[in-house]
């Protein structure tokens, strides 16, 4: 995982990207949360969650990270946007999406093109 947040309050996630240990992406994920400022994030790497292999002992550290950084996730991150060109796969994916909003505390909505995901974003930010 990486996570880039040039763009902040649109912080990009690219969750095929090694580059980051999950242990130092997540480091960075919470010193966005402590910014104390409200963000979207994106991500243009379609829905195929099958190119995103975990291990158990990571899956594990993602549940209880997330279960420390519950309220902070749900005051701050206003919503996951995916982008998924392919519309029998976005169509497939609406009920992770609502399994995701509930395991993450934020929505996941599902876009077709880059274009929408900033027309989104845009309409989700208070600035």
Known sequence: MMINASHFPRVWLHLIDNSQ???EGFDFYR???????????????GLDF?????SRDEMQYVAQWRKTHRSLLR??????????PDAAR????????????KFWGYPM???ASEADAQATADRLLPY
Do not use: C
């Open 21 to 23: 240990s999950t242990e």
């Open 31 to 45: 010193q966005l949360l402590e910014r104390g400022e409200s963000f979207v994030l994106l991500n243009a790497e």
């Open 50 to 54: 099958s190119a995103y292999p975990q």
């Open 75 to 84: 005051q701050r991150v206003l919503a996951a946007i995916f982008i998924e």
């Open 90 to 101: 976005r169509e497939a994916a609406q009920d992770f999406a609502v399994g995701y909003g």
């Open 109 to 111: 909505l599902i876009v």
